[in-house]
């Protein structure tokens, strides 16, 4: 029995749209028929969600509809249904019902057609990869197999509201220096466009020759003014430029390097790519899968090309029999807080719980870097923006300083 989207008119004429089960298009037809409804197109649920994801490797703009709060609470919804005994089918049913989000919806049927049809819940999500990521249909796998789904469920609920909560907090703590930055920038535009030249102009045309401050003044704001459309366009050139050349691999990797040795950047950027990864190992370690595909997957998550390419290569070293510890701890990018407690949990056969609290730790720590780095950039921004300021209404008052000797 299959799941099709439907579009029909009800007998005011009315379009009506929804979802209905049965075993063929026209078997839909006809049962939308019975219920008093004119159809007037009939596709697969699948069909109809895996179009748009495919488009979403190709227009940017298309991907919408599906947010990380709305997998996170996907997630437990399924994890509590299964928790309850409920079967898969019906708990994807459940699921779809209580979802607002309709791409959402049609999606969660599509895997239940599919889990109808007898394949198994990993296999339907395998539909939408960039909505169910590896980590989820691997762990989902390993769950299944095990008998142990609502567990596995239940951790990457934990692992997926994590991740939005780390996400979230430190967007928020970059919208007032990002408000800032933007104030700033409209502020000194405004007074070099509009102040400057009003003011300037009283000075010019008294005949004296005007300090050396006031005429880069003049200058600024002349190429502000006349030449300002052109600095736009050659800013964006610049940056269309180098967005180019960021896209070759060598060139990233470079980059990526360059900011891992930036003071509090580079600890900004090793922190979050460390506690992503040690997040993602101790679920799939957790949850069964194997140590190797749980390496792979979990270095999928990184997106430092030089911690990503470590990851790589110590996966190579443990499939030749080397630990995880010492393999991670050869490249040299990796904490050795984060070392000692895999070590730690190789030796105690406690793995997973020592990357989670690796994860926890590196968590804690990204946590304090971030506020560390607002609390120095934040006074850094507003020293900057008086300075400019200041400089500007130096420029403005010379001429009158210069203009109150000469009566005197």
Known sequence: MAVFSYTALDREGRHRRGMV?????????????????????????????????????????????????????????????????????????????????????????????????????????????????????????????????????????????????????????????????AMSVLIVTGLLVYVVPEIVTVFQNLGHRLPLLTRALIAVSGLVRHDGIFLVIGLAGLLFAARRAYRRARVRSRVHRFALRVPLIGRVIRGLNTARFTRTLSILSGSGVPVLDALRISGEVITNVPMKVAVDEATDRVREGRSLAGALRQSGLFPPMMIHLIASGETSGQLDAMLARAAENQERELESIVGTFLSVLEPAMILIMGGVVLTIVLAILLPIFELNRLIH
């Open 21 to 181: 089960e049965s075993d063929s298009p026209r078997a839909a037809r006809q049962q939308l028929r019975e219920e008093g409804l004119i159809p007037v197109k009939i596709e697969t649920t699948e069909e109809k969600a895996a179009a748009p994801e495919r488009a979403l490797t190709v227009r940017w703009w298309q991907a919408r509809g599906v947010s990380p709060q709305e997998l996170a609470l996907v997630t437990r919804q399924l994890a509590t249904l299964i928790r309850s005994a409920l079967p898969v089918e019906e708990a994807l049913l459940t699921a779809a019902e209580q979802n607002a989000n309709e791409r959402m919806r049609k999606m969660l049927m599509s895997v239940r057609a599919r889990v109808l049809e007898g394949r198994t819940l990993a296999e339907g999500l395998r539909l939408f990869p960039h909505v169910f990521p590896e980590i989820f249909q691997a762990t989902v796998a390993a769950g299944e197999q095990s008998g142990h789904l609502e567990a596995v469920l239940e951790r990457l609920a934990d692992y997926a509201e994590n991740r939005q909560l780390v996400h979230q907090k430190i967007s928020l703590a970059l919208v007032y220096p990002l408000l800032l930055v």
